[in-house]
């Protein structure tokens, strides 16, 4: 089946510091990514939605320049969390989809991001 | 807008005894249903789908049917075994949309 690999797994490194999470569709094409956040025992938040070539659009209440999106080709977007604070700590998750709107989505093992 | 309410959890049940997810939904169009399964530390993976009102979805013993009259996607199972132990996600999208509308998850323990 589909496969979505997220990277890295772990991060921790100290509050100021910003991190860029890699999430690349190894089989298909994926046109458009999804970055969603989880909390500790949680469900999954959508924070935004990324076309290949386009800007990502963003949930309400995410902060677009705190957390930059780039999805620059068909195979790869990229999450980066800029000067990280203890409260961006969490379970960063990503997902894509191909061209077929019906297509589901298929998620990365997730990234856990904890910030010191 | 568009949600998913499931019932809540956790579930704690032995090895061999059947398996009810409750998962409920409102939205304005006619959606495609979904249950995805996280094991710890693992990212989601999709278990089964229903894109139309009576269309059961099914995998690894694991049935849930969608139902329009009552808006619900219930899972269930015969037979759960220690490796089902997972958190469990009913969700919903909008055909077109993509959006996934996540329930809270339902965090489901099998003892052996």
């Known amino acids: 089946g589909a496969v979505v690999s997220q990277h890295p797994s772990r991060v921790i490194c100290k509050s100021g510091t910003s991190v860029k999470i890699e999430c690349r569709s190894l089989d298909f094409q994926a046109t458009t990514m999804f970055w969603y956040r989880q909390f500790p025992k949680q469900s999954l938040m959508l924070m935004a939605t990324s076309n290949e070539g386009s800007k990502a659009t963003y949930e309400q209440g995410v902060e677009k320049d705190k957390f930059l999106i780039n999805h620059a080709s068909l195979t790869l977007s990229t999450l980066t969390v800029t000067s990280a604070h203890p409260e961006d700590s969490s379970f960063y998750i990503c997902?894509?989809?191909?061209?077929?709107?019906?297509?589901?989505?298929?998620f990365g093992d997730g990234t856990r991001l904890s910030i010191l | 807008g568009d949600s998913v309410t499931q019932m809540e959890g956790p579930v704690t049940l032995s090895e061999e005894a059947f398996l009810t997810i409750n998962c409920t939904y409102t939205?304005?169009?006619?959606?495609?249903l979904f249950w995805y399964v996280q094991y710890p530390g693992e990212g989601l993976q999709l278990l089964l789908k229903?894109?139309?009102?009576?269309d059961k979805g099914s995998n690894k013993g694991f049935e849930a049917t969608y139902r329009k009259e009552t808006t619900s996607f219930h899972l269930e199972k015969g037979s759960v075994q220690v490796s089902d132990s997972a958190v469990y996600f009913c969700?919903?999208?909008?055909?077109?949309?993509?959006?996934?509308?996540f329930g809270q998850g339902t965090r489901l323990t099998i003892n052996p």
């Open positions: 939205a304005t169009g006619y959606p495609s």
């Open positions: 229903a894109t139309k009102a009576d």
């Open positions: 997902s894509a989809t191909g061209q077929d709107g019906n297509q589901p989505q298929h």
């Open positions: 969700a919903l999208s909008d055909w077109g949309a993509q959006k996934l509308v």
